[in-house]
């Protein structure tokens, strides 16, 4: 079992800069596969990022060169730094694990955090 809680969400205006930090409890962080989702209101949750299996970053197209996620395992915290944020960046945006295998679908995360709201303004 383990633990997820987010933080760093907030209201910025178009073209600024947030960072978002997922801290993780439990059962030994490193073994897990970590993601961030996102979901508007009104629309499914949605894939942001997460790591392949050979530890590389993967984004969805709408924000790759934009958002950058990266994990500390000492700190069991993985983070998304956004920037040239966009109105239609705003959503929840949740953090997720499984001890599977990476994937881009929200169905194959086992734990959730609770989400943090980023709202971008225009």
């Known amino acids: 079992q383990v633990q997820l809680v987010e933080s760093g969400g907030g209201l910025v205006q178009a073209g600024g800069s947030l960072r978002l930090s997922c801290a993780a409890s439990?059962?030994?962080?490193?073994?897990?596969?970590m993601a961030w989702f996102r979901q508007a209101p009104g629309k499914e949750r949605e894939f942001v990022s997460t790591?392949?299996?050979?530890?590389?970053?993967i984004y969805a197209h709408s924000v790759k060169g934009r958002f950058t996620i990266t994990r500390d395992n000492g700190k069991n915290t993985v983070y998304l730094q956004m920037n040239s944020l966009k109105p239609e960046d705003t959503a929840v945006y949740y953090c997720?694990?499984?001890?599977?295998?990476?994937?881009?679908?929200?169905?194959?995360?086992?734990?959730w955090g609770q989400g943090t709201q980023v709202t971008v303004s225009s």
């Open positions: 439990g059962r030994t962080f490193s073994p897990y596969v």
């Open positions: 790591f392949n299996w050979m530890g590389e970053a």
């Open positions: 997720a694990a499984n001890m599977k295998s990476s994937s881009t679908r929200a169905r194959d995360y086992d734990y």
